[in-house]
């Protein structure tokens, strides 16, 4: 379980004031934040207030064995080049091989978006229709401006560096080097939300 966190001063108060102002009205928001931060934490608490929470991390995975057959025609060239093997003994994807190769290959992910994104945004669109009160947890959803449209607005989570890493290490069990990699990749990720110009309120996870 995650440390209870607190709101940054320059927002709020504590985490609680956020959980009950956001429960106010029927709405839409999205959790977000880096790895290891305490997002789904956060997800917990506020679905003691009648919050109901779809994780689009999560969602990520059913898209991707969804799409498996398209995915593996196209990237298992590419992994050859790097002697990886994408296809578990199941059948399924080894996902941790797929993430060493689009750290490889970066074009790579923006195919592999293209074909999971529409997927995984009829399903949420279809968990907003059937709920009062959503949260979506998700970690780039500004990549999917349909979904961010339907937000009122965003909860990021953060936290100190090696907070997250102690988290990210104990939950994962990740090389470090796979986790300093995910780290890299998303320091910039509260500026992602800041261009798109939806009300941003920050909560420090400690």
């Given at each position: 379980?995650?440390d209870?966190g607190?709101?940054?001063?320059r927002?709020?108060?504590?985490?609680?004031?956020?959980?009950?102002?956001?429960?106010?009205?029927?709405?839409?928001?999205?959790?977000?934040?880096p790895?290891?931060?305490?997002?789904?934490?956060?997800?917990?608490?506020?679905?003691?207030?009648?919050?109901?929470?779809?994780?689009?991390?999560?969602l990520?995975?059913?898209?991707?064995?969804?799409?498996?057959?398209?995915?593996?025609?196209?990237?298992?060239p590419?992994?050859?080049?790097q002697?990886l093997?994408?296809?578990?003994?199941?059948?399924?994807?080894?996902?941790?091989?797929?993430?060493e190769l689009?750290?490889?290959?970066p074009?790579?992910?923006?195919?592999?978006?293209?074909?999971?994104?529409?997927?995984?945004?009829?399903?949420?669109?279809d968990?907003?229709e059937?709920?009062?009160?959503?949260?979506?947890?998700?970690?780039?959803?500004?990549?999917?401006?349909?979904?961010l449209?339907?937000?009122?607005?965003?909860?990021?989570?953060?936290?100190?560096f090696?907070?997250?890493?102690?988290?990210?290490?104990?939950?994962?069990?990740?090389?470090?080097?796979?986790i300093?990699?995910?780290?890299?990749?998303?320091r910039?990720?509260?500026?992602?939300?800041?261009?798109?110009?939806?009300?941003?309120?920050?909560?420090n996870?400690y």
């Amino acid at each position: 379980m995650f440390d209870k966190g607190s709101i940054d001063s320059r927002h709020s108060d504590s985490a609680s004031s956020v959980i009950a102002r956001s429960s106010a009205t029927k709405q839409t928001i999205a959790v977000t934040g880096p790895m290891a931060a305490g997002k789904n934490y956060i997800c917990s608490q506020m679905e003691k207030e009648g919050w109901s929470t779809v994780d689009a991390d999560l969602l990520v995975h059913d898209a991707i064995e969804l799409v498996k057959d398209r995915i593996l025609d196209t990237f298992i060239p590419y992994a050859e080049q790097q002697h990886l093997k994408l296809k578990r003994e199941d059948g399924s994807i080894d996902r941790r091989a797929l993430g060493e190769l689009l750290f490889s290959f970066p074009e790579l992910l923006t195919v592999q978006e293209s074909m999971v994104y529409p997927i995984i945004t009829k399903w949420i669109n279809d968990f907003i229709e059937s709920h009062e009160k959503t949260i979506i947890n998700a970690t780039v959803l500004y990549k999917t401006p349909d979904l961010l449209a339907r937000c009122s607005k965003v909860i990021f989570v953060t936290a100190p560096f090696w907070t997250r890493l102690r988290r990210a290490r104990h939950r994962d069990h990740l090389p470090y080097r796979q986790i300093f990699r995910r780290f890299h990749a998303q320091r910039h990720l509260l500026q992602e939300y800041q261009k798109t110009g939806i009300e941003i309120e920050i909560i420090n996870n400690y």
